[in-house]
């Protein structure tokens, strides 16, 4: 399936990128520019972002690396007066 019509990306260029890039390094955080930048690609219109961003959501690669979970200290809901 054609993913960007202006770079001309399909969905399976996507998911070979980002198996390139997590196999390359498995803490990596997978954003769209990085895929572009990967495949040696720009996008021009932006009209595929929201269609990008579903492809790279359902690749089970993009995930946030488990080294990196659970960094942010929860939030103090406790207020001083
Ligand atoms: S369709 Fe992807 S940048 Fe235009």
Aim: aromatic share 4%; net charge positive.
């Amino acid at each position: 399936m054609i993913v960007c019509h202006c770079a001309r990306i399909k969905s399976s260029d996507i998911q070979a990128a980002v198996a390139w890039m997590r196999a390359a390094d498995p803490t990596a955080l997978i954003t769209p520019g990085k895929v572009y930048r990967a495949l040696g690609k720009r996008p021009d219109c932006g009209g595929c972002v929201a269609l990008f961003v579903d492809v790279l959501r359902a690749d089970q690669n993009t995930g946030v690396p488990p080294v990196l979970r659970g960094l942010r200290k929860p939030a103090d809901r406790r207020r001083t007066r």
